[in-house]
């Protein structure tokens, strides 16, 4: 039997209310590796004709979070960012995502972003994950045909995110 976004959408909730800390986030990443090996629920939910480039699939009533779809048919290179107040979970469903996780070097103020530095950056392959905290400046670069499910602490389309550019 296929896992559905209802048990993903649960088992997150699960996560969260047992701990929201750490160890709740590893727990949502063993879901959502779950989650991402599954072909039919990625041929379900994450298609282009939904989710190109990125579409709300749940967003919790009560906890706020937010899992959402992701495909991108052509590469694609973002920029050094964070989620401003809440934390972020990538998932790989298909295609090869390139990770850089950044140091801060010069904190912004008013209109002057902060500024940053690549200190790390890695691949993720179907069915890894990755955790970022609030805070946690990072950038992707997507092959072409990449699928992707990340969960969101807060659904990102209301959430004012930090000025942010590499040094």
Known sequence: MSYTLEQLSQDVRNALKGDPGPDGKKKICEALSRALR????ITSYVNADDCKPRKVLYED?????CICGHVYEEARSGEPHDHGPTWAIYGVAEGTTEMTEWDTVKKGSGDAPTLV???????MRPGDCQFYDAGV???PRMSPSTKLIRIEGGNLDHIQRSNIKAA
């Open 61 to 65: 009533p009560e906890l706020g979070f």
């Open 38 to 41: 599954d072909k039919e629920l």
């Open 137 to 139: 400046v990072h950038s």
């Open 117 to 123: 530095t690549p200190v790390r950056s890695y691949e």
